[in-house]
């Protein structure tokens, strides 16, 4: 077999042959796809949200750990509106995966329990600010959120936020957003990224269960058919520009606004409205809907068609390798 290893932080931090994490994507991510993606010799990680239950993400966790033969990690929401993280804790760390990626809050709790456990933990960051803080609290690298993301992205560029947390990080900087191919990849290592997290292009796969309709939209759209929408979580959100979310357009109406802005009332209804948002898109993801409401970054531009895991990863590290 050829040696076509790429070395950087992240391989060598979780002996993997590529420094490549499938993003875990809400709904779309499952176990069948992180197996894949370990077996083709990156990592991966799953939402512990795609889970209904605790139950369901231990057995996850262990279906896992059996098939995959390799380091693989569980995404927790760690603010206010995930009602099951402590017990989605528990469970990670009582099965002991090698790494936990934080979003949305403080990751302090969860590095604290998981460090006593020996998994690593990366935070989901989207500016110098929160990735200072983290790493004061002993994170074990960053995740670099930028605006080319899918789904909650960051608003600062790849090419001013990844040397911007490297000259002021001790610790690791994975590349989060606007790698499709092996080619920007190689242009953000060059960055001095240690690894990059990369999603989109992975929603159109054999191994994904979503609908077909949803596959093929991120074959037939491009990167000009992604709108930002504050609609579905309140929270700024990139999703395909189809036909319905032209329709319905993306901002909150004035009574949704006001409601935000509602001192005593803005903390329920953000709750509300994440969770309504969130069933609006499990049922466009795996029904056949008018309401195609579907989640996506600029980078299914890459998609020509739908495929297998293994080999979109033999294409970017092909991609990675070539001479320019």
């Not at 990735?131 to 960051?154: F, M, Q, R």
């Not at 953000?270 to 056949?288: D, E, I, N, P, V």
């Not at 970054?297 to 020509?304: A, F, L, M, R, S």
């Amino acid at each position: 077999m050829e040696n076509n290893e790429i070395k950087a932080a992240l391989s060598e931090m979780l002996n993997i042959r590529y420094p490549i994490i499938i993003a875990p994507m809400f709904l779309v991510s499952n176990t069948k796809m992180i197996i894949a993606g370990v077996k083709a010799g990156a990592t991966a990680a799953v939402p512990a949200m795609n889970y209904r239950t605790t139950d369901e993400l231990r057995v996850a966790i262990r279906e896992i750990k059996e098939k995959a033969g390799g380091p693989f990690g569980i995404n927790l929401i760690v603010n206010k509106s995930n009602f099951t993280y402590k017990e989605q804790l528990a469970v990670i760390c009582e099965e002991k995966v090698d790494f936990i990626i934080t979003s949305l809050g403080s990751p302090e709790e969860t590095i604290n329990q998981a460090h006593k456990h020996g998994i690593k933990v990366f935070c989901d960051v989207t500016n110098l600010k929160f990735a200072k803080k983290v790493e004061s609290l002993g994170a074990d690298a960053v995740i670099a959120v930028n605006k080319e993301a899918g789904g909650h992205a960051g608003n600062i560029s790849i090419k001013d936020l990844v040397p911007e947390l490297k000259k002021h990080c001790k610790i690791p900087v994975i590349s989060a957003g606007g790698v499709g191919n092996g080619y920007e990849m190689k242009d953000v290592m060059e960055l001095g990224a240690d690894g990059c997290s990369i999603g989109s292009i992975f929603i159109a796969t054999d191994e994904s269960d979503v609908s077909q309709e949803y596959k093929q939209a991120c074959v037939d759209y491009g990167k000009d058919d992604i709108v930002m929408t504050t609609k579905l979580s309140g929270t700024p959100c990139t999703v395909i520009k189809t036909p319905y979310v032209e329709k319905i357009g993306t901002d909150q109406n004035w009574l949704e606004r006001v409601l935000n802005k509602n001192k005593s009332l803005k903390k329920w209804f953000k709750a509300f409205t994440f969770l309504r948002g969130m069933k609006r898109l499990q049922k466009a993801a795996f029904s056949a809907t008018y309401k195609t409401l579907w989640c996506a970054g600029p980078t299914i531009e890459d998609v020509k068609s739908i495929r297998p895991i293994k080999e979109i990863i033999d294409q970017l590290v092909a991609e990675y390798h070539e001479e320019k």
